[in-house]
C-alpha cells in the first residue's frame, strides 16, 4: 500500500507571496492533518480534514487555510508569506480519531 | 491544553549500549505515537500504544495509562538509531484528531 505522499518537497518562495501545498493520504484514509515544524515551536497543529470538513484547528493565523477534496487529497495554502513561515509541513493521514496517524515526507519551505 | 514532556532532552551512547526513553503528559489520552524522526524530516512509525507493552525487534514500548507515561527501550542501539524520537498524544475529542507532541529527545549513537 503506497504511503502518504506530500508534493512539492521543497519550494523557496519570497515574503508577500502565496504557498499551496498538496498531500495524498494512504488509500482509504478519510483524515487528514496538516503539522508544521520549526526548531523554536517543535511541531505544531495546523488542522485536520474529514471528508472535506474541517474538524479542528491549531492556533495559527487565518493566512494558513486549507481544503479537502472528495477523493480525501488535500492542500493547505499559506497567503502573505512571513519568513516565520518557513519551515517543514508534514501532512498525516489515518482512518479517524484515535486511529494510528501515518505521516508523508514533507515539504520544506523557505521563505525569503 | 494538553502538555507532552520527554526526556531527557539529549542523549549519546556507544554503540551496542540500551537506553530508555521516557514521555510524561498531563491528561487521559486515547491515542499515544513513538516516532523516529530521519535526517531527512520523515517520522516514521514506531509504535502506536495507547496503553500496554508493545516489542519490535530491538525496540519496544509501555504505556501506563493510568499514571500518564510511555516509556521506548532500545536494546543493542545502532548508529542508524540515531536521530530525534518525538512521543505524540491525542485525546481523541469529538472535534477531530489533533496531535499534540513532546519537544523529542535527540539520540546520537556513536560507533
Known amino acids: 500500500k503506497a504511503g502518504v505522499t506530500q508534493t512539492p518537497r521543497y519550494l523557496i518562495k519570497t515574503r508577500g507571496q502565496q504557498v499551496t501545498l498538496s498531500c495524498s493520504p494512504i488509500?482509504?484514509?478519510?483524515?487528514v492533518s496538516w503539522y508544521q515544524q520549526t526548531p523554536g515551536q517543535g511541531l505544531q497543529f495546523l488542522f485536520e480534514y474529514f471528508s472535506e470538513t474541517q474538524r479542528n484547528k491549531g492556533n495559527f493565523p487565518g493566512r494558513f487555510s486549507g481544503r479537502q477534496f472528495s477523493n480525501s487529497r488535500s492542500e493547505m495554502n499559506v497567503s502573505t508569506l512571513e519568513l516565520g513561515d518557513s519551515a517543514l509541513y508534514l501532512c498525516a493521514s489515518s482512518l479517524g480519531i484515535s486511529w494510528e496517524q501515518y505521516f508523508g515526507p514533507g515539504t520544506r519551505l523557505t521563505v525569503t | 491544553g494538553i502538555q507532552v514532556e520527554q526526556s531527557p532532552p539529549d542523549l549519546i551512547l556507544q554503540e551496542g549500549a540500551n537506553s530508555t526513553l521516557r514521555c510524561n503528559f498531563s491528561d487521559s489520552v486515547n491515542n499515544l505515537q513513538w516516532f523516529h524522526q530521519n535526517p531527512w524530516g520523515q517520522l516514521i512509525n514506531l509504535f502506536y500504544i495507547p496503553s500496554g507493552t508493545k516489542q519490535n525487534g530491538r525496540l519496544s514500548a509501555t504505556t501506563v495509562a493510568t499514571e500518564r507515561y510511555s516509556l521506548l527501550y532500545i536494546s543493542s542501539s545502532q548508529t542508524t538509531d540515531s536521530g530525534v524520537y518525538f512521543c505524540?498524544?491525542?485525546?481523541?475529542?469529538?472535534?477531530?484528531?489533533?496531535?499534540?507532541f513532546g519537544p523529542g529527545t535527540r539520540l546520537s549513537v556513536l560507533p
Open positions: 488509500s482509504g484514509h478519510r483524515s
Open positions: 505524540a498524544v491525542e485525546q481523541g475529542d469529538n472535534y477531530g484528531q489533533n496531535f499534540v
